[in-house]
C-alpha cells in the first residue's frame, strides 16, 4: 500500500504531539503559543469591530465632485463669454437705435 503525503503529514502531527508532552519546554512553549494566539485572535477581532464601524469610502464621491466642478467651470467659463458677446451686441445696437433716432425724429 503506498502512502499519501496526508498520511505522512497526520503522523508526522502525531509524533510531534505526543513528544511535545513528554518535554517540559515544549509544553512551556505551547502554551505560550496558545497565549499568544489567543491574543492575537483578540487583537484581530478589535480590527475586524473597528473596520465595520468605519466610514465607507469617499474618494468615488470626492471623484465625481470634482468633475462636475470642471464641467460647471467649463460651463461658467463659456456662459461668461457669452455674456461679453451679448454685452457687445447690446452696445452695437444701442449705437445703431441712437444713430437712427438722429436720422429721424421720432414723436
Same mark, same amino acid.
Given at each position: ?32 503559543? #496558545? /497565549? &499568544? %494566539?489567543?491574543?492575537?485572535?483578540? *487583537?484581530?477581532?478589535? !480590527? $475586524?469591530?473597528?473596520? +465595520?464601524?468605519?466610514? =465607507? @469610502? ?14 460647471? #467651470? /467649463? &460651463? %461658467?467659463?463659456?456662459?461668461?463669454? *457669452?455674456?461679453?458677446? !451679448? $454685452?457687445?451686441?447690446? +452696445?452695437?445696437?444701442? =449705437? @445703431? ?11
Amino acid at each position: 500500500m503506498k502512502l499519501k503525503p496526508v498520511h505522512i503529514l497526520l503522523g508526522a502531527i502525531t509524533s510531534l504531539s505526543l513528544a511535545s508532552c513528554e518535554d517540559p519546554r515544549l509544553v512551556q512553549k505551547h502554551s505560550q503559543q #496558545e /497565549a &499568544e %494566539l489567543t491574543k492575537l485572535r483578540g *487583537e484581530f477581532a478589535l !480590527l $475586524e469591530e473597528r473596520l +465595520k464601524t468605519m466610514p =465607507e @469610502d469617499q474618494s468615488l464621491k470626492l471623484k465625481e465632485a470634482r468633475l462636475k466642478q470642471q464641467n460647471l #467651470e /467649463a &460651463e %461658467l467659463e463659456s456662459l461668461d463669454s *457669452e455674456v461679453v458677446s !451679448l $454685452e457687445e451686441e447690446k +452696445k452695437k445696437l444701442e =449705437e @445703431d437705435y441712437k444713430m437712427y433716432q438722429s436720422r429721424y425724429v421720432v414723436p
